[in-house]
């Protein structure tokens, strides 16, 4: 009898753990949450109960906003605070589409009166979600999914657009800064051929002649002796391969020299200067 006693003890206490509702953390911060999903996280200042992003199903012509329904924003820490949050929302592909940076003090056209919550105070909150904070040529029916990446702790209400493309994974994480083994690799191969051409540098320095006349005479007698044997190998050339005497310049024409020639060769004794002078 005491044994079916305690049975039906633990089925009347499992009973009345199904029954009452668990308000548990299911999902952490920077984690994808699908729409129409009901959740609750809770952050180092705020918990956020029960809350969801309202998918209605309709024509993008028609739809201009959505909201993020909350069924309680309880001010856990002991100041007073304005309702604050940052959330992300991705398309089906995973990808950022937008971002909302909510500060209730910034919030002209906040649903509820009251926007500063006590410490303690726990309030039930919406959220407007519209096409000013998704990507141009995105509208509310694209968001599948959403993920509260922090409470939003400095009241921001820009950067909107600052994660668009990204995954929840990526978001965060600063571009660039991590490379790759091969250019790691790269980098050290560099480094080490640094580190021996400052070793030899050094060595030769201190150590040899190479870098005694340091203040450019070397130079100067560098091009001393190369200007030298230039001047040796010009000489040799001129003794070897003379070079011939230009040709002289003809002054008169074939035409001229014939005659003078053929005046130089006729006799004399019949021309009339001869005959002057018998």
């Known amino acids: 009898m005491k044994k079916i006693k305690n049975i039906v003890r633990l089925l009347i206490l499992i009973t009345i753990m199904t029954i009452i509702p668990v308000n548990a953390a299911n999902y952490e911060l920077k984690e994808l949450i699908p729409v129409n999903v009901e959740t609750t996280i809770v952050t180092k200042h705020f918990s956020y109960r029960g809350f969801y992003y309202n998918d209605n199903k309709m024509e993008a012509d028609q739809l201009n906003n959505n909201f993020i329904i909350f069924k309680g924003i309880k001010n856990i820490s002991d100041e007073e605070l304005p309702v604050t949050i940052s959330v992300a929302f991705f398309d089906s592909a995973k990808k950022n589409i937008g971002t909302i940076n909510y500060c209730s003090k910034s919030d002209k056209a906040s649903v509820v009166a009251e926007t500063i919550l006590k410490p303690g ?3 039930p909150y919406v959220i407007e979600v519209n096409k000013k904070y998704l990507q141009d040529g995105k509208t509310v029916n694209d968001i599948k999914y959403i993920s509260v990446l922090s409470e939003n702790e400095k009241c921001r209400i820009t950067g909107s657009q600052e994660y668009i493309g990204q995954t929840v994974e990526e978001i965060g994480i600063a571009k660039n800064t991590v490379l790759d083994s091969q250019t790691q690799l790269l980098l050290k191969i560099l480094t080490v051929i640094a580190v021996i051409g400052v070793i030899i540098f050094v060595y030769q320095f201190g150590f040899t002649r190479a870098y005694q006349n340091i203040d450019g005479n070397d130079v100067r007698q560098g091009f001393k002796r190369i200007n030298q044997e230039l001047k040796e190998e010009r000489e040799y050339q001129e003794r070897v391969n003379p070079t ?14 014939a005659q003078e020639k053929q005046a130089r060769e006729e006799p004399k004794d019949n021309t009339d200067l001869h005959n002057l002078y018998k």
Do not use: A, G, L, W
């Open 121 to 123: 105070e726990e309030k």
């Open 244 to 257: 011939p005497p230009p040709e002289k310049k003809q002054e008169k024409t074939d035409k001229v020299i």
